[in-house]
């Protein structure tokens, strides 16, 4: 039975402010990315004093000693699977860093075009305004006689 993750909240805080949605997504991004290097290094150590204690338990357990260039590969084999894996997961979170600054850059780049838009709109407001009101000003309005002339010269 498989599980759905419910991403509303994400996707509620994505429409309610854009910036916080991307500068939480880069603060865990760059976590998850502390949290995998240290992994990868607590790996490595343990995978160099792996090595040590497989020479030392050889002449202890006697199916090492006799297959120890076996039991040697598999391990060599184990570190380097682990190592693929480990760069995965750097270079995939790398790259999801980089995508949400990519994504909190263009979001910028959204909030100022529509901040000059909004100026310009505001400006064109401002300056139609000041129009109609000049032309207020210079127009002049005739009361209009109750009575019309067909030839009002």
């Not at 190592?83 to 909030?111: C, E, H, P, V, Y």
């Amino acid at each position: 039975m498989t599980t759905l993750h419910n991403h509303t909240l994400y996707l509620d805080q994505l429409q309610d402010d854009p910036h916080s949605f991307w500068t939480a997504r880069i603060r865990a991004c760059r976590w998850m990315i502390f949290k995998t290097f240290c992994l990868g290094a607590l790996a490595a150590t343990l995978g160099v004093l792996g090595q040590g204690w497989l020479e030392q338990a050889a002449p202890i357990f006697p199916f090492i000693s006799q297959n120890y260039g076996i039991w040697q590969s598999a391990y060599l084999l184990s570190l380097v699977v682990v190592f693929l894996l480990w760069a995965f997961a750097m270079r995939q979170k790398i790259g999801l860093l980089d995508n949400s600054k990519r994504g909190l850059n263009t979001q910028r780049r959204i909030d100022q075009h529509n901040a000059r838009v909004e100026e310009r709109r505001r400006a064109n407001s401002a300056r139609r305004e000041e129009v109609r009101q000049d032309r207020e000003e210079h127009t002049i309005y005739f009361k209009a006689s109750g009575r019309s002339k067909k030839f009002d010269y």
